[in-house]
T-cell receptor, first 115, second 112 residues
Framework: KAGVTQTPRYLIKTRGQQVTLSCSPISGHRSVSWYQQTPGQGLQFLFEYFSETQRNKGNFPGRFSGRQFSNSRSEMNVSTLELGDSALYLC??????????????FGPGTRLLVL | DAKTTQPPSMDCAEGRAANLPCNHSTISGNEYVYWYRQIHSQGPQYIIHGLKNNETNEMASLIITEDRKSSTLILPHATLRDTAVYYCIVRPPIQGAQKLVFGQGTRLTINP
């Protein structure tokens, strides 16, 4: 099976702009989670989507949003970009079969630089 | 979520076994221990997980103490490609909540 794919891999934006990142989960996986990784804060959970619904959310401002499509692909959007949004954005998928604990598999990430 | 404590860094010689400790003294009886690693600027890679019993797969072995307050990840024959940050994560079995809480991890350096 192909792994989790993320596009684009690298992105440069300026302050105030908005950005949309895309994630395609492993085939058959229905749950998609997003994480932000910065040198200062480490890896932090953003949100999780399952069946096109957000079912878990981390402690991030409303500028960070996401959605999931019927084919389980997911996008996340960051509006009004700030310099501090420069980070590696990671997507992870898991089967979403209702188990209490499912293993998440990560994509390669999208590196966003805000100037 | 139960807190984990890992040494910030470790070194190991190539070809030797790398033993990475993790302390999780507040773990609950139904919480799983998960290990991931992250090679520089790549996405985290799943390694192994366990609940109570020791586990082994093609990548590593996981040894969990009987009281479950600590665990050790063992890479039996470390190679230079095993140089990475290793994260030990304790996960509560909450259905519908698949988030991972990452700590600072252990930076493992494999030396030739």
């Amino acid at each position: 099976k192909a792994g989790v794919t993320q596009t684009p891999r690298y992105l440069i934006k300026t302050r105030g702009q908005q950005v949309t990142l895309s994630c395609s989960p492993i085939s058959g996986h229905r749950s998609v989670s997003w994480y932000q990784q910065t040198p200062g804060q480490g890896l932090q959970f953003l949100f999780e989507y399952f069946s096109e619904t957000q079912r878990n959310k981390g402690n991030f401002p409303g500028r960070f949003s996401g959605r999931q499509f019927s084919n389980s692909r997911s996008e996340m959007n960051v509006s009004t970009l700030e310099l501090g949004d420069s980070a590696l954005y990671l997507c992870a998928s898991s089967p979403g079969q209702g188990a209490f604990v499912e293993t998440q598999y990560f994509g390669p990430g999208t590196r966003l630089l805000v100037l | 979520d139960a807190k984990t404590t890992q040494p910030p860094s470790m070194d190991c010689a190539e070809g030797r076994a790398a033993n990475l400790p993790c302390n999780h003294s507040t773990i609950s009886g139904n919480e799983y221990v998960y290990w991931y690693r992250q090679i520089h600027s790549q996405g985290p890679q799943y390694i192994i997980h366990g609940l109570k019993n020791n586990e082994t797969n093609e990548m590593a072995s996981l040894i969990i103490t009987e009281d479950r307050k600590s665990s050790t990840l063992i890479l039996p024959h470390a190679t230079l490609r095993d140089t990475a940050v290793y994260y030990c994560i304790v996960r509560p079995p909450i259905q519908g909540a698949q988030k991972l809480v990452f700590g600072q991890g252990t930076r493992l350096t494999i030396n030739p």
